[in-house]
T-cell receptor, first 112, second 116 residues
């Protein structure tokens, strides 16, 4: 079972920031937080990951709380193409390559 | 660089037939994962393979399903005697062989299996 909980759906106006929350209260010390998204009918796409520091790349920013029990994925200027299901996953890379455990994710609808 | 390739993209089978799904990982990747997505559901892990070895098949049904990743050629997910409940999207992912992989997996476009 997934170790994360996310709201089932969210709306965001085009051009505004989309803030997607994720709770992972049972995360262990060596587990990272990963975000993937799945645009309709396509394969999931990696977005970003982090351990405890905030991370930013060309796609998004990841804010992890100090106690690491929750995080927020931020899409700074959402576009219609960002409409997708967003999955928050916790996993330890120190176990080597391991399968991902997907929950139900958050369905983000970006509205014009 | 070519990403993960899967073929066929769409596959239609009648009940009782066999389905063979192929996955070519990103060049240089030696780890392959298969996931299944039933209609309106999330992705579920099926099997994890490294060249010529099955590492974890805990998510794969015990009967009718098998997977391989030979030394040469693509990974194959084989479903024998398909039933309507096998209708789903099957996604393959690959990752590189690094000590610290950060679990970044690269997914293919999927094969949509329809069983009539």
């Amino acid at each position: 079972d997934a170790k994360t909980t996310q709201p089932p759906s969210m709306d965001c106006a085009e051009g505004r920031a989309a803030n997607l929350p994720c709770n992972h209260s049972t995360i262990s010390g060596n587990e990272y937080v990963y975000w993937y998204r799945q645009i309709h009918s396509q394969g999931p796409q990696y977005i970003i990951h982090g351990l405890k520091n905030n991370e930013t790349n060309e796609m998004a920013s990841l804010i992890i709380t100090e106690d690491r029990k929750s995080s927020t994925l931020i899409l700074p200027h959402a576009t219609l193409r960002d409409t997708a299901v967003y999955y928050c996953i916790v996993s330890s890379p120190y176990s080597g390559n391991t399968p991902l455990v997907f929950g139900k994710g958050t369905r983000l609808s970006v509205i014009a | 660089n070519a990403g993960v390739m899967q073929n066929p993209r769409h596959l239609v089978r009648r009940r009782g037939q066999e389905a063979r799904l192929r996955c070519s990982p990103v060049k240089g990747h030696s780890h392959v994962y298969w996931y299944r997505q039933l209609p309106e559901e999330g992705l579920k892990f099926m099997v994890y393979l490294q060249k010529e070895n099955i590492i974890d098949e805990s998510g794969m049904p015990k009967e009718r399903f098998s997977a391989e990743f030979p030394k040469e050629g693509p990974s194959i997910l084989r479903i024998q005697q398909v039933v309507r409940g096998d209708s789903a999207a099957y996604f393959c992912a690959s990752s590189p062989d690094r000590v610290l992989s950060y679990n970044e997996q690269f997914f293919g476009p999927g094969t949509r299996l329809t069983v009539l």
